[in-house]
């Protein structure tokens, strides 16, 4: 059997593990008798859909490399409440009851998110602080975890209002931004920043460098050896396209 490398883009759907669509492919590959290497480029989390970087064989040295690459997100922020892991599926601790808030408020709140900035990452993370997961330190104290994680110095390229539903309180918004960024923490420090409080409700991954999700195969598509390698990327053309 012929030696399969490269790189494989992939529509991950909503509620699906990142973890699980790479195990679909070792599994469909070990059924091909082929012992390959396959990681990813970035996870996306549980909640989050869009596109997803396999890389197989000697595409895994890629992943420093790729990790460095612009991403682009769109995302819908809800407004009202604070959850424990600044998404959906965390539990509210706080709740703001919201008055007049503007669609030009927003895009005005927004202009502070461009450019180099100091991010905190969530309070829900595998980060260590002092020897301990972020994550087990927030479930017995939220805010407490927040102060004692270290800002991180990441890029936003830009990010702009695509739509606010004043009746549901939630904005969909753009965002191009450094690897190393965490949408969570925006849609965090954007509640804050309008004194109301927020969430990410949903996140989709566009692109990772000049790579669409549009060129991507959805992951429940996967079925086959052949889908593998009639959707592989060589490694050659992958960094071609992306000045690597």
Same mark, same amino acid.
């Given at each position: ?86 998404? $959906? ?7 703001? /009851? %919201?008055?007049?808030?503007? *669609? +030009?408020?927003?895009?005005? &709140?927004? =202009?502070?998110?461009?450019?180099? $900035? ?7 993370? /595998? %980060?260590?602080?002092?020897? *301990? +997961?972020?994550?087990?330190? &927030?479930? =017995? ?14 890029? %936003? ?88």
């Amino acid at each position: 059997m012929e030696n399969i490398e490269g790189v494989l883009l992939v529509d991950k759907r909503e509620g699906i593990l990142s973890t699980s669509v790479v195990n679909r492919i070792k599994k469909l590959l070990r059924k091909a008798n082929l012992k390959i290497k396959v990681g990813h480029g970035g996870t996306l989390d549980k909640f989050a859909s869009g596109l997803l970087i396999i890389l197989l064989g000697k595409g895994t040295k890629l992943f420093e490399k790729i990790k460095l690459l612009p991403k682009e997100y769109v995302a819908t922020v809800r407004f009202g409440e604070v959850r424990t892991t600044d998404d $959906i599926y965390g539990e509210i601790i706080n709740t703001f /009851s %919201i008055k007049n808030l503007s *669609k +030009r408020q927003i895009e005005t &709140a927004l =202009k502070s998110f461009e450019g180099e $900035i100091l991010q905190i990452p969530p309070a829900y993370s /595998s %980060i260590h602080i002092e020897g *301990k +997961r972020a994550y087990k330190i &927030a479930k =017995k104290d939220y805010y407490n975890a927040l102060k004692l994680l270290k800002p991180r110095r990441v890029n %936003i390229y830009k990010i702009k209002l695509i739509n606010f539903n004043e009746d549901l309180n939630e904005a969909e918004i753009f965002v191009k931004c450094s690897g190393g960024t965490y949408i969570r923490s925006i849609a965090r420090d954007l509640g804050q920043l309008l004194e109301v409080g927020a969430y990410l409700k949903n996140l989709r991954r566009e692109k990772i460098g000049e790579l669409s999700v549009k060129e991507a195969i959805r992951d429940d598509k996967i079925i086959s050896f052949q889908d593998i390698v009639s959707n592989l990327i060589p490694i050659e053309d992958f960094k071609s396209r992306n000045h690597l």
